[in-house]
């Protein structure tokens, strides 16, 4: 008799891979008058069991992407998803972190070049509404700063705040796809690229598109740049920023979660 | 060993020794809009621990709500105390976090096992009861509670299938885990009623040989039968109201008992709020009538 670390390294096997050779020697078979199941059975409810309910977490964290492929096709992409890449902890409200390089080699999804980022944005989409809470900032506190500090401040944005690029529309796409009347909706991929911030200030998660000198700057400001550092940073790359108007846009959206000091 | 009923410090909003349900996003805002008072009334609420485990948003949002008005049970998933190759200590860190944040009344777990080779296979897998198994789950259990600086329940499994090597039965390995570490029971007497049809075990023998005193809660839930070739298996699904036959075992429970406290449990094909109570009426009305005969002998 093997003991319980290779039992349950052999149990596991049999639910990934199929390969039941080593664990059914360890299974009591039964007596056919009482429930009649073979071993190779009882082993099948479990697998059947792990597979079902962790493809239905896939499908609640991945709602769109499923709509995109269709129920049949989605079902098949997470169960390999799943023997690929099982969850490592048991909080499954952010499985499948490993979704976008997923789709990048899988083939069976060439077709839908997109998918990947469609699947990054329902991520980090996932990963806002499951973020820290921000406090709520009064903007008064930044009025209040002597404008020669002004450059050293280290602006924090939303704390469950995510950004993503694409080179697809990708938030048409996700748009679009919201309902399942929806899904029919054709978007022109020929939109091109999109930059956005995806963040949550109450419950509600909410979907920013920005222009790609803003999307650089809530970078800098993510990294914790200061607003010096970042200035410098962005007018090297977009001549045309205008820091300003930038952060006027931050402001006018609340999305300022406080405030600090380079020392 | 300690007393287990009195370990710990469940003082906060004890639960009540009646029915209570357990707590779904689909009915949040009824649950609000309701209020505390509504008939028939909820008597408390138990959560899955990890979905309460993310850092912010909506889950904390409504539980902190919630939670004002009701007292509350957090029931995890995902510790796998029977796990041979250690307890995930970020998990157990994560646990206590949200266990300070709520101070839930009670706090449990399940006999069984979920990770190996750090691989989470989100299902309660059987364990062999063995020696070996004994000390492993209990120095878990123990490790656990130490942690917490309370007492936890641990509940009884469903199960499909046994293992060879098993040399003890089910009620006396739950016994010894209950002696050795002072944990309570969560008796799921659904899965008594499921495991011993999977098994052709006696389920009024399994809940006879159960100490009384152990008992913290007590799961209902529903359950399906698949049929192979002719036979039935049960499958523990949560997908269903409670059987006839398991609303049977239950009084007999009780009989034997007394009134505990006692979860409706639905996991699968959410029905809507009312229905949950009506079964929750349901174990009312059998959880009076016992404690009315306790007051009356």
């Given at each position: 008799m093997a003991g319980l670390f290779d039992i349950q390294d052999n149990f596991l096997s049999a639910i990934l891979e199929s390969r039941n050779d080593a664990i059914v020697d360890e299974i009591l078979e039964h007596d056919l008058s009482v429930g009649g199941l073979s071993v190779q059975e009882r082993l099948n409810i479990y697998r059947n069991n792990t597979f079902i309910t962790l493809k239905r977490a896939l499908a609640q964290n991945f709602p769109v992407l499923c709509r995109l492929v269709g129920q049949q096709f989605f079902d098949h992409m997470a169960g390999e998803y799943v023997q690929k890449h099982p969850p490592i902890t048991p909080l499954l409200m952010t499985y499948g972190v490993k979704m976008p390089e997923f789709l990048d080699d899988f083939d069976?999804?060439?077709s839908l070049p997109y998918l990947a980022d469609v699947a990054r944005l329902e991520h980090l989409w996932n990963m806002s509404f499951n973020g820290p809470d921000s406090e709520g900032f009064d903007l008064e506190e930044l009025n209040k700063v002597d404008p020669e500090k002004f450059e050293d401040i280290i602006l924090k944005l939303l704390p469950n705040m995510q950004l993503m690029s694409s080179?697809?529309?990708v938030l048409d796409i996700w748009l679009a796809n919201?309902?399942?009347?929806?899904?029919?909706t054709t978007v022109n991929l020929e939109r091109g690229p999109?930059?956005?911030a995806i963040y949550r200030k109450a419950q509600e998660v909410e979907i920013m598109p920005l222009d790609p000198a803003s999307h650089a700057f809530f970078g800098l400001l993510g990294a914790g740049k200061t607003l010096g550092s970042a200035l410098v940073q962005m007018t090297g790359k977009y001549p045309a920023f205008n820091l300003q108007e930038a952060l006027q846009n931050i402001m006018r959206n609340n999305l300022i979660a406080g405030f600090e000091f380079a020392k | 060993?300690?007393?287990?009923?009195?370990?710990?410090?469940?003082?906060?909003?004890?639960?009540?020794?009646?029915?209570?349900?357990?707590?779904?996003?689909?009915?949040?805002?009824?649950?609000?809009?309701?209020?505390?008072?509504?008939?028939?009334?909820?008597?408390?609420?138990?959560?899955?621990?990890e979905n309460y485990m993310g850092a912010g948003g909506p889950p904390h949002y409504y539980l902190e709500k919630i939670r004002q008005d009701y007292p509350?049970?957090?029931?995890?998933?995902?510790?796998?105390l029977g796990t041979a190759d250690g307890l995930n200590l970020d998990h157990l860190r994560g646990v206590k976090n949200v266990v300070d944040r709520y101070q839930p009344a009670l706090?449990?777990?399940?006999i069984s096992w979920s990770i190996a080779n750090g691989v989470y296979l989100n299902d309660l897998?059987?364990?062999?009861?063995?020696?070996e198994t004994l000390q492993i789950t209990c120095a878990h259990i123990d490790q656990i509670q130490n942690f917490l600086g309370r007492q936890i329940l641990v509940e009884n499994p469903s199960s499909y299938l046994l293992f060879k090597s098993s040399n003890m039965e089910e009620p006396d390995f739950i016994n010894e885990i209950l002696g050795n570490t002072g944990c309570g029971l969560l008796l799921d007497v659904n899965n008594v009623y499921v495991s011993c049809q999977n098994h052709g075990w006696d389920a009024r023998d399994y809940i006879s040989r159960l100490k009384p005193e152990t008992v913290g809660e007590i799961h209902l839930a529903g359950h399906s039968v698949k049929e192979w070739r002719g036979q039935s298996l049960r499958i523990d699904d949560h997908g269903s109201n409670v059987c006839n036959e398991v609303w049977a075992l239950y009084d007999y429970t009780l009989s034997l008992m007394g009134p505990k406290p006692t979860l409706i449990e639905w996991d699968n094909n959410i029905p809507a709020l009312m229905t949950l109570r009506q079964e929750a009426e349901r174990a009312n009305t059998l959880l009076n009538r016992d404690q009315c005969a306790k007051n009356s002998g």
């Open positions: 069976a999804a060439g080179i697809y529309p919201q309902t399942e009347e929806g899904a029919s999109c930059h956005l | 060993m300690s007393d287990p009923l009195t370990m710990g410090n469940n003082n906060f909003d004890p639960i009540p020794t009646n029915a209570g349900i357990g707590l779904k996003p689909q009915h949040y805002e009824e649950i609000l809009s309701l209020g505390p008072d509504a008939s028939p009334k909820i008597g408390w609420f138990e959560v899955h621990t509350l049970s957090m029931h995890g998933v995902g510790l796998s706090v449990s777990e399940h897998i059987p364990l062999p009861y063995t020696a």
